[in-house]
């Protein structure tokens, strides 16, 4: 069974930070990444973590968002910095399996910017 579990999301002050985590299981994923959606919004991403640590993000959030990946933890991290009320939305962790390309999508993590 594939999952994907997401934590780390929250309340936080304006120019917070927070680190969101999803632990893969039950595939093998080409590419991780995170996306978000806020009230009213479509889903947009945020950031993607592909093989050869080739990393790509929002221009929104370039320069205060970093993905990085521990592969002996099957886990993808989303280190949140300067956070502004405009990053309130739910944030949802996906996976590319490397066979089929197929996308899995985590259960969402509320993060909620605001003082």
């Known amino acids: 069974q594939v999952q994907l579990v997401e934590s780390g999301g929250g309340l936080v002050q304006p120019g917070g930070s927070l680190r969101l985590s999803c632990t893969a299981s039950g595939t093998i994923f080409s590419a991780m990444g995170w996306y978000r959606q806020a009230p009213g919004k479509e889903r947009e991403l945020v950031a993607v973590l592909r093989r050869g640590d080739i990393t790509n993000y929002a221009d929104s959030v370039k320069g205060r968002f970093t993905i990085s990946r521990d592969n002996a933890k099957n886990t993808v991290y989303l280190q949140m910095n300067s956070l502004k009320p405009d990053d309130t939305a739910v944030y949802y962790c996906?996976?590319?399996?490397?066979?089929?390309?197929?996308?899995?999508w985590g259960q969402g993590t509320q993060v909620t910017v605001s003082s």
């Open positions: 996906n996976g590319r399996q490397v066979v089929t390309s197929k996308d899995y």
